[in-house]
T-cell receptor, first 112, second 116 residues
Framework: GQQLNQSPQSMFIQEGEDVSMNCTSS?????WLWYKQDPGEGPVLLIA?????ELTSNGRLTAQFGITRKDSFLNISASIPSDVGIYFC????????????FGAGTILRVKS | NAGVMQNPRHLVRRRGQEARLRCSPM?????VYWYRQLPEEGLKFMVY????????ESGMPKERFSAEFPKEGPSILRIQQVVRGDSAAYFC??????????????FGPGTRLTVL
C-alpha cells in the first residue's frame, strides 16, 4: 500500500547540532514534500521536491528526492530552539496525482 | 495575503450531534482537500473537491461524513451523529491547480473536534 515510514520517531538533540530524518516507501512517489507542524497549528510547507535526485535547500534546511523515487531525507543544520516541532514527510503517489500520503512524523526537541 | 482559513478552531459536540467544519481556500485556489489527524499520527486524506464537484472521496467514511464545495462560499465538512471516535484535528488544504506533479497544497490551522 501507499505507506510512508518516517524515522526517527523522535529526536532530542543539542542546540547547534545537525539533524537528519528520512522517509521511505515501497511505492513510487512523484513528489516529496516536507512540512513542519507546531502545536495547535496546521502543517507549514518547508521544502517541495519534484524530480528524482533533486536536492533543494531552504536556509538551514536541505532535502533530497531519492533516485529510486521511494525515499527522501531532510537535514537541518546548526539546530536552534525554534526548530522544535513535528516534521512530516508527505508524498504524492505515482498512480494518483493529488492525494498526499503522510508519514507519522518526527518530533524534534532541542536542548538549549 | 490571507492563507487557508478554517473555522471554528475548536468545536465541542456531544455524541449524536452534528459537526460542521468550514474551510475558505487561499485566494485563487479552486481545489480543496480535507485531512484528519489523530493524536501523534500523520494526516490522513479524506476527500478532494473542486468547485461544486467531489473528485475523490476515497478516504471518507461511508456513513455520516459528507463534504461540499459550493460555487459560492466555503467548503464544508459535515459529520452527522458524531461519536467519540470522530474526535480529531481536521485540516483543510488548498491548491491552485489540478492534479499535477508540481502542485502544492497549503494547509489551514485546523479544527479540533472534541466529542463528549
Amino acid at each position: 500500500g501507499q505507506q510512508l515510514n518516517q524515522s526517527p520517531q523522535s529526536m532530542f538533540i543539542q542546540e547547534g547540532e545537525d539533524v537528519s530524518m528520512n522517509c521511505t516507501s515501497s511505492s513510487i512517489f512523484n513528489t516529496w514534500l516536507w512540512y513542519k507542524q507546531d502545536p495547535g497549528e496546521g502543517p507549514v510547507l518547508l521544502i517541495a521536491l519534484y524530480k528524482a535526485g533533486e536536492l533543494t535547500s531552504n536556509g538551514r534546511l536541505t532535502a533530497q528526492f531519492g533516485i529510486t523515487r521511494k525515499d527522501s531525507f531532510l537535514n537541518i543544520s546548526a539546530s536552534i530552539p525554534s526548530d522544535v516541532g513535528i516534521y512530516f514527510c508527505a508524498g504524492r503517489p505515482e498512480e494518483y496525482g493529488n492525494k498526499l500520503v503522510f508519514g507519522a512524523g518526527t518530533i524534534l526537541r532541542v536542548k538549549s | 495575503n490571507a492563507g487557508v482559513m478554517q473555522n471554528p478552531r475548536h468545536l465541542v459536540r456531544r455524541r449524536g450531534q452534528e459537526a460542521r467544519l468550514r474551510c475558505s481556500p487561499m485566494k485563487g485556489h479552486s481545489h480543496v482537500y480535507w485531512y484528519r489527524q489523530l493524536p501523534e499520527e500523520g494526516l490522513k486524506f479524506m476527500v478532494y473537491l473542486q468547485k461544486e464537484n467531489i473528485i475523490d472521496e476515497s478516504g471518507m467514511p461511508k456513513e455520516r461524513f459528507s463534504a461540499e464545495f459550493p460555487k459560492e462560499g466555503p467548503s464544508i465538512l459535515r459529520i452527522q451523529q458524531v461519536v467519540r471516535g470522530d474526535s480529531a484535528a481536521y485540516f483543510c488544504a488548498s491548491s491552485p491547480r489540478g492534479p499535477s506533479i508540481t502542485d502544492t497544497q497549503y494547509f489551514g490551522p485546523g479544527t479540533r473536534l472534541t466529542v463528549l
